[in-house]
């Protein structure tokens, strides 16, 4: 109950940014120190940062936990994971960067042939390494401990060796004028890396990413070609893509 309870929080803050300790008690019909103990769990977990009287999602300088990422949003980065399949056809090569989403979209490319996959991101390997019909090349470079993710100049220098076909890329905020951000200096060089060596660029990201901060610039919604998301955050961003051409997939 405990469990169900946290991931109905994160629901309900990733659809209104903002939740308080009364409407919770209220909604749960439990005691103001339960609220107060899950709140706080939560914001242990880098996923929310309290306020008076309730909390919001998480901004500043220090991403969540990798396993607190994993289970936000989880539903909606399968569906998400399904409909980039879905872009990518057979005997194509791709690139599939560092993220939670993008190890969704691993797993739906489960029933693909021929591709050619290249990635610094170490689960995005294992998952992919029982496929007899894949091709998977790993990135040199630095593993991190915290989730995987391989970076470095060496990552950099091995992405460059590359024009694939499609890349998919993930960001930890989006903001409102349209700037994917990220909160690693040397895990944003190797996204633009990526960015530069792909043909198509897909961004892969739910709608929670709207509603979160984060202070290092990898590029701009104008340098993509596809989003897919659960949903967009307004009709003013949906119209920002539109100005730039980038086709839009909604999942919901």
Not at 144 to 156: A, K, P
Not at 222 to 247: G, K, M, Y
């Amino acid at each position: 109950m405990v469990t169900e309870r946290l991931q109905a929080i994160l629901e309900l803050i990733r659809q209104t940014g903002y939740v308080s300790v009364d409407d919770l008690v209220e909604r749960f019909s439990v005691t103001p120190q339960t609220i107060r103990k899950d709140l706080n769990t939560l914001c242990d977990q880098r996923l929310l940062s309290r306020t008076h009287g309730g909390a919001r999602l998480a901004l500043g300088v220090q991403n969540m936990s990798y396993e607190a990422r994993r289970v936000l949003a989880a539903e909606q980065k399968l569906a998400i994971g399904k409909a980039v399949a879905d872009l990518i056809p057979d005997n194509a090569s791709l690139f599939i960067n560092i993220g939670t989403t993008n190890e969704a979209v691993a797993q739906a490319l489960a029933q693909h042939k021929q591709m050619m996959v290249m990635t610094n991101n170490i689960n995005v390997a294992s998952l992919m390494r029982p496929l007899t019909e894949a091709k998977i090349i790993i990135a040199s470079g630095t593993v991190r401990s915290s989730d995987g993710g391989i970076v470095g100049e060496s990552t950099i220098e091995f992405i460059k060796q590359f024009k694939v076909d499609f890349a998919v890329i993930g960001a930890s905020a989006i903001d409102p004028d349209g700037a994917l951000l990220d909160f690693d200096v040397h895990e944003v060089k190797v996204a633009q890396a990526i960015l530069s060596n792909a043909h198509h660029v897909i961004l892969a990201a739910d709608s929670s990413k709207h509603k979160r901060g984060a202070p290092v610039r990898i590029g701009h919604v104008e340098q993509i070609h596809t989003f897919v998301t659960d949903r967009l955050p307004n009709e003013d961003f949906r119209a920002l893509l539109d100005t730039h051409e980038v086709r839009i997939i909604e999942t919901h």
